[in-house]
């Protein structure tokens, strides 16, 4: 299938300079391409493989201070001038709304993500057969009795054009390879592996070196399985980059959102504890804990240069030394704050989806002062548990009282690492567990996870987005078991 961008440049302008959107205060226009894989190995066997590609495009309108959207799967220029009309029919005979924009630059730009390999471009077969090449790998282990493999690709094409003058083009990929192993006796173990989603092709699978990562997994889901269940009560806590990504987003990614914060998500996926006029008062964490949003951030799952409503992306504090200092927002939500510019958070995950607000990058930085490395951090952390690896979660409707648990848990005693724990699960509220944030570690501890599926909307729409972080130290955490919840 054949994204025509320049007829569908015709296209639009055809409706842009024409007189029908005389009305209109403001219309914008995205064209949109997705194109979608998924193959999920069961063992050494193939389960399920689907290739798919959805292609349309959208009109949304300003008028009278109210949103009229449409779209069709159908793209010509009779087309366009049809789904223009639909659109307006919602609109044109409602009472006057409250809807305004932030006002913003007009862009003519293109940005197309290099990869070196689009996932898309190798054959299913020489996917198929890398991916039982690593299957069979694993299946050779002596103490991993089954595994499953999930490989995900999704390659997005957009053409933005606005009334106002923008006209953007952009294509992004992203990828996530990640299986799961089992060991069956003397109970039920599961070890997730470290692989995690990323905004690049299909060089970063294939740079990896699975056979070292196999036989490290080997050993791991062997001393996993011997593990001794943790006694509950409070700890320090050493949380590594695969495990605080989680906490990341559900803690502060969410919270943060402003859409979020003003109750326009209330009724589906709740709200938060944090309020705009807490921006630069309120204490959300220790002075350690600097977070920043970023929608340019290389091999960013949320990276883009422009927004889906053409605001142009850039990095902006969230937290600064421990502090509130900004939300995420659109131009919409950005205007009913009061605020003179979006922080360019946009996006519509199909061309038949309304652009919401949805999550940057959002991350964690590394200490700036010293590079704290791995055997720094255990020491720092004397006595305590080392957690690596997501897993199960859930917390309240405000983001506040939450309980994560993990992949891996390590004792450390003395400042190293004396063996693994299981029945681990971490509770604490989003405050005070950000303020018990004594020490983050070095740039060379920083890494960007994420993933492909955050859900929000009604309908529901999904967004992939990374969260980096450093090492990071937590004192007086409370542990409990999740087997007898205690």
Not at 78 to 83: A, F, G, I, P, R
Not at 206 to 229: D, G, P, T, V, W
Not at 316 to 334: C, H, M, P, W, Y
Request: charged residues 25%.
């Amino acid at each position: 299938m054949f994204f025509d961008k320049d007829k569908y440049i015709q296209y639009a302008n055809k409706l842009l300079n024409s007189n029908l959107i005389s009305r209109v205060d403001f219309l914008e226009i995205r064209f949109q391409e997705d194109q979608s894989e998924y193959i999920i190995f069961k063992n050494l066997n193939p389960e399920y493989i689907d290739n798919s590609i959805e292609k349309g495009f959208s009109i949304r309108v300003l008028y009278r201070g109210n949103w009229g959207f449409a779209s069709s799967s159908v793209i010509s220029e009779n087309e366009v001038q049809k789904v223009f009309l639909k659109a307006m029919s919602i609109v044109e005979n409602l009472e006057e709304g409250k809807v305004s924009l932030t006002e913003e630059e007009v862009y003519t730009d293109e940005y197309i993500q290099d990869v070196a390999i689009n996932p898309f471009d190798v054959p299913l077969n020489e996917k198929i057969n890398f991916i039982k090449d690593i299957q069979n790998e694993i299946l050779k282990s002596k103490n991993i009795d089954f595994s499953d493999f999930m490989f995900l690709a999704h390659r997005e094409k957009k053409l933005y054009m606005n009334s106002s003058g923008s006209r953007i083009y952009q294509e992004r990929t992203r990828i996530d390879p990640s299986f799961s192993m089992y060991k069956l006796k003397p109970e039920l173990t599961v070890l997730k592996s470290n692989t995690h989603p990323t905004a690049k092709g299909f060089e970063y699978i294939k740079n990896m070196n699975f056979r070292n990562e196999i036989l490290k997994y080997n050993e791991q889901i062997n001393e996993k399985s011997k593990a001794k269940s943790v006694i509950p009560q409070k700890y320090n806590l050493l949380i590594d980059p695969s495990n605080l990504w989680l906490t990341i987003h559900e803690t502060i990614g969410h919270s943060t959102e402003m859409d979020r914060v003003l109750l326009y998500e209330a009724n589906y996926a709740g709200s938060s504890f944090a309020s705009i006029d807490q921006i630069g008062d309120l204490i959300y964490g220790s002075e350690k804990v600097n977070i920043v949003a970023d929608r340019s951030q290389k091999d960013g799952l949320s990276t883009v240069m422009y927004d889906d409503e053409g605001v142009k992306t850039y990095e902006f504090d969230i937290i600064k030394n421990g502090v509130l200092t900004g939300l995420q927002s659109n131009r919409e939500i950005a205007i009913l704050a009061g605020e003179k510019k979006s922080k360019a958070c946009s996006y519509a995950d199909s061309y038949s989806s309304f652009p919401l607000q949805r999550m940057p990058n959002i991350s964690l930085l590394p200490n700036k002062d010293k590079d704290l490395k791995l055997k720094d951090m255990l020491s720092l952390c004397e006595d305590g548990i080392y957690i690596v690896g997501d897993s199960s979660w859930s917390i309240d409707m405000q983001r506040y009282n939450f309980q994560f648990t993990g992949n891996l848990f390590y004792e450390v005693s003395g400042g190293e690492i004396k063996g693994m724990l299981k029945d681990v699960i971490y509770q604490s509220n989003t405050q005070d567990f950000w303020k018990n944030c004594i020490e983050v570690g070095g740039e060379s501890t920083y890494s960007l996870e994420g993933a492909f599926n955050c859900g929000k909307g009604q309908p529901s729409q999904v967004a992939a987005v990374s969260h980096g972080a450093p090492l990071a130290l937590f004192k007086d955490i409370n542990i409990k078991n999740t087997q007898n919840e205690n």
